[in-house]
């Protein structure tokens, strides 16, 4: 299906059936062992993740998100003794953080949250500082206090797991998944350097170092971005008229040897590839507003105008989504509802721990 120029997309246009059971659970066997659907153009390639590199060419630009996912989710009780569910976003100065969360019945500021026993077992303890941005706001700012003087990350590192999305449903064994070792490795990426993410630039979990070889031995260069995923990504569109949606902020940053190897890329005619849509949300955010280093709310939607990427590697991703949007943007609207129907047909496994798909840039 194709429309117009001048077409006012809805939610409803970015729908599509997908069966449950193509919903990826777990990752696959090896990292680079995924399935690849080349959709430069019509039919797509069927590959697998690992003969990325024999499609791009000596000179191209590879740029990945090196953001690293912390252990974000933590469990713990009120002063009653009723349970709670923190999920940080973001990290700020003296201890404070901010954070979603998940208790039957919202404290009042100044209650004091205990986690891991508290600070006096040898846990930590949260206090309620106020809602975030105002009195209204999703998010709760809370200020953490552990017994031996520790860092949220380092409250993060001993006592929190990793907050999985919640289209990954796993059985509870004691209150824990059985599967969270797994998880630890392989919901990051062998990029990951920089904390701050509650969830994994997910096209980057198919490269391992014989995929990296493989791109460096062709010619293929590299570089690095940070953007730290909120679980703002998983909330979804409340509006049918897509123009209606605010995005939800996200903090990125952009070294001057990626801004250097971008302009080394564009001088030699080589193309830029960007390995996930938070690269893309990153590169072309800084080309609209100059900024290495800022907060993003970029909303990508058909018609946006590209200045960077050239190339897309990406996850198959959720209906009636944002992301949905972005790479619809990106490669065509028609072309990728088109990709998407033969991906379902085809079993191709979906989100985070699914497989991958290559995307070039469409003609404006």
């Given at each position: 299906?194709?429309?117009?120029?001048?077409?006012?997309?809805?939610?409803?246009?970015?729908d599509f059936a997908l069966p449950p059971e193509l919903i990826a659970q777990h990752p696959a066997p090896e990292r680079s062992g995924s399935r690849l659907l080349d959709g430069r153009r019509w039919p797509p390639g069927e590959l697998i993740f690992r003969q990325l590199?024999?499609?791009?060419?000596?000179?191209?630009?590879?740029?990945?998100?090196?953001?690293?996912?912390?252990?974000?989710r933590l469990f713990g009780e009120k002063g009653t003794g009723g349970q709670v569910e923190l999920l940080i976003e973001r990290v700020l100065a003296d201890g404070q953080v901010l954070a979603h969360m998940k208790v039957s019945k919202k404290p009042a500021p100044g209650a004091r949250l205990h986690f891991a026993g508290g600070a006096a077992q040898g846990g930590f303890d949260a206090v309620l500082l106020a809602r975030w941005p105002d009195a209204r706001g999703p998010l709760f700012r809370l200020r953490l206090q552990g017994g031996a003087g520790e860092t949220p990350w380092e409250l993060m590192r001993r006592h929190g797991h990793l907050p999985l999305p919640p289209y990954?449903?796993?059985e509870q064994a004691g209150g824990h998944d059985r599967h969270?070792?797994?998880d630890n490795e392989r919901y990051q990426t062998i990029f990951a350097h920089t904390p701050g993410a509650v969830a994994a630039p997910t096209a980057a979990l198919h490269f391992d170092e014989g995929v990296l070889a493989a791109l460096s031995e062709r010619g293929v260069q590299s570089a690095q971005v940070t953007l730290h995923v909120g679980a703002g990504t998983?909330?979804?569109v409340k509006t049918e008229n897509i123009a209606e949606h605010h995005m939800h902020s996200e903090w990125y940053c952009i070294p001057p040897e990626t801004l250097a190897a971008i302009a080394r890329c564009r001088a030699r005619g080589g193309r830029v590839l960007a390995i996930g849509t938070t690269t893309v949300r990153t590169l072309e955010s800084w080309a609209r507003t100059g900024l290495s280093s800022a907060d993003t709310d970029i909303f990508i939607t058909p018609g946006f105008d590209f200045r960077v990427v050239d190339l897309l590697v990406t996850n198959f991703h959720l209906p009636r989504s944002t992301l949905m949007m972005l790479v619809s943007a990106f490669a065509g609207y028609g072309h990728v509802m088109?990709?998407?129907r033969h991906a379902v047909a085809q079993r191709?496994?979906?989100?985070?721990?699914?497989?991958a798909m290559l995307l070039q840039r469409a003609a404006p």
């Amino acid at each position: 299906m194709t429309f117009p120029a001048d077409h006012a997309y809805t939610l409803g246009d970015f729908d599509f059936a997908l069966p449950p059971e193509l919903i990826a659970q777990h990752p696959a066997p090896e990292r680079s062992g995924s399935r690849l659907l080349d959709g430069r153009r019509w039919p797509p390639g069927e590959l697998i993740f690992r003969q990325l590199p024999a499609l791009l060419a000596p000179g191209d630009l590879m740029v990945f998100n090196d953001t690293q996912v912390v252990k974000a989710r933590l469990f713990g009780e009120k002063g009653t003794g009723g349970q709670v569910e923190l999920l940080i976003e973001r990290v700020l100065a003296d201890g404070q953080v901010l954070a979603h969360m998940k208790v039957s019945k919202k404290p009042a500021p100044g209650a004091r949250l205990h986690f891991a026993g508290g600070a006096a077992q040898g846990g930590f303890d949260a206090v309620l500082l106020a809602r975030w941005p105002d009195a209204r706001g999703p998010l709760f700012r809370l200020r953490l206090q552990g017994g031996a003087g520790e860092t949220p990350w380092e409250l993060m590192r001993r006592h929190g797991h990793l907050p999985l999305p919640p289209y990954i449903r796993r059985e509870q064994a004691g209150g824990h998944d059985r599967h969270e070792a797994e998880d630890n490795e392989r919901y990051q990426t062998i990029f990951a350097h920089t904390p701050g993410a509650v969830a994994a630039p997910t096209a980057a979990l198919h490269f391992d170092e014989g995929v990296l070889a493989a791109l460096s031995e062709r010619g293929v260069q590299s570089a690095q971005v940070t953007l730290h995923v909120g679980a703002g990504t998983f909330q979804p569109v409340k509006t049918e008229n897509i123009a209606e949606h605010h995005m939800h902020s996200e903090w990125y940053c952009i070294p001057p040897e990626t801004l250097a190897a971008i302009a080394r890329c564009r001088a030699r005619g080589g193309r830029v590839l960007a390995i996930g849509t938070t690269t893309v949300r990153t590169l072309e955010s800084w080309a609209r507003t100059g900024l290495s280093s800022a907060d993003t709310d970029i909303f990508i939607t058909p018609g946006f105008d590209f200045r960077v990427v050239d190339l897309l590697v990406t996850n198959f991703h959720l209906p009636r989504s944002t992301l949905m949007m972005l790479v619809s943007a990106f490669a065509g609207y028609g072309h990728v509802m088109r990709l998407y129907r033969h991906a379902v047909a085809q079993r191709y496994r979906f989100f985070s721990y699914g497989d991958a798909m290559l995307l070039q840039r469409a003609a404006p």
